[in-house]
């Protein structure tokens, strides 16, 4: 029986281009199925991303799309939300593309709680370019960048969205394909910037560079390592080690978000003219 | 034989993870690297196969009888 997510895909521009066994295939259905769940009217939902192998999703999606600038995905979706704020809008973005050269958008769109929903395809490297070192790069890692291994501290999106402003941060990974769809689902329901980081695997650039050239492996080493977030809180610190990490939601607040905190200023202000 | 198994082959890139993931042993890779069904009957649709395909080039069905 053909599935009904298939509606949401430009069936011209398939198979993708994406290696063989890349998370990002997982990823984008995750995202058009969250969609479907939630009911969007696919005519009022737009999906922005940025530059990199990640951002090359929206490309696929039967939706209206926006393929912007490396870094820069986040503020060509403020400027869709503000000017129509009854889009659904969904970013699309990588971990270099949201972390590195569009680090500072990434939280100044936290800090304004401007209601998007940005979805993060963490894959741990510059897929794209070739495997550089990215900030998400676990410390220790190889890439072409850092052939000893990575030696900067790694930066967790998940705390750097909360810190800044984010009212819904959640994680999870392409083998926890349902849980990842509802994580992006309920990111829906939130009315302020919500954030997801999606562990994705790149079996070429990240997985070549550090063993794990397999993406079986890859996802392997995510099943065994993810940990639900209540199990992860009754965890003690020293059972916290190795690569385990917490997936889950992982934070959420409410907050008036930039749209409406704006709508205020044009009525005080006298009106946009509407 | 309980299930029905689709593929789009031209889709699939023969990464493997539906061979890998599927608890039942059902799938191979062919010679050219495209998915395999080598034994059908076995097949106990439990979707894994489908769920993690980056390729969305594997379905499974449960057969409905008739
Ligand atoms: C302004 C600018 N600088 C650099 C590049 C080159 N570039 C393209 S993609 C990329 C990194 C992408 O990494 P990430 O966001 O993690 O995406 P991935 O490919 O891993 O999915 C870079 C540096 C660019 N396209 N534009
Ligand atoms: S380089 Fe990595 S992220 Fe890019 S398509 Fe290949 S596997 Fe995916
Ligand atoms: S997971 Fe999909 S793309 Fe990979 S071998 Fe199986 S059917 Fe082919
Ligand atoms: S549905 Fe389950 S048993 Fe059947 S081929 Fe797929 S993974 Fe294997
Ligand atoms: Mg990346």
Redesign the interface.
């Given at each position: 029986?053909e599935?009904s997510f298939?509606q949401y895909?430009r069936q011209n521009r398939?198979?993708?281009l994406?290696?063989?066994?890349?998370?990002?295939?997982?990823a984008t259905?995750a995202i058009v199925q969250a969609i479907e769940k939630k009911g969007l009217d696919r005519d009022k939902t737009i999906i922005v991303s940025g530059i990199g192998c990640s951002s090359r999703a929206s490309g696929y999606m039967d939706f209206d799309t926006l393929h912007t600038a490396h870094g820069r995905a986040i503020p060509f979706a403020t400027g869709i939300k503000l000017a129509n704020p009854e889009l659904n809008v969904v970013v699309i973005t990588g971990d270099g593309d949201c972390t590195a050269i569009g680090g500072n958008h990434f939280i100044h769109g936290c800090r304004r709680n401007v209601d998007l929903t940005v979805v993060l395809f963490n894959n741990n490297i510059y897929g794209m370019t070739g495997g550089q070192a990215s900030p998400m790069t676990p410390t220790g890692k190889k890439a072409t960048t850092a052939p000893y291994g990575a030696v900067d501290p790694t930066f967790d999106a998940c705390k750097l969205a909360e810190a800044a402003g984010a009212t819904y941060v959640a994680r999870s990974t392409?083998?926890h394909?349902?849980h990842l769809t509802d994580m992006i689902a309920n990111g829906f329901d939130n009315k302020g910037f919500s954030f997801i980081e999606a562990m994705v695997q790149c079996?070429t650039a990240y997985g070549r560079k550090n063993k794990m050239s397999?993406?079986?492996e890859l996802?392997k080493w995510m099943r065994d390592n993810a940990v639900m977030k209540a199990a992860w809180d009754k965890l003690p610190e020293d059972k916290k080690v190795g690569d385990k990490f917490p997936i889950g939601l992982l934070y959420q607040d409410t907050e008036v978000d930039y749209a409406t905190a704006y709508e205020h200023v044009i009525e005080v202000a006298g009106g946009a003219g509407k | 034989m309980n299930s029905e198994i689709t593929l789009k082959l031209p889709r699939c890139k023969g990464c493997g993870i539906c061979v890998a993931f599927c608890p039942k042993q059902v799938l191979g890779l062919s010679e050219l690297g495209k998915v395999v069904i080598l034994k059908a009957d076995d097949c106990i649709a439990c979707g894994q196969c489908e769920l993690r395909c980056p390729d969305y080039a594997i379905f499974v069905d449960k057969k409905v009888a008739k």
């Open positions: 029986m599935r298939e895909f398939l198979p993708h994406w290696c063989p066994g890349c998370g990002n295939g997982i259905k392409a083998y394909v349902q079996p397999d993406p079986v996802m | -």
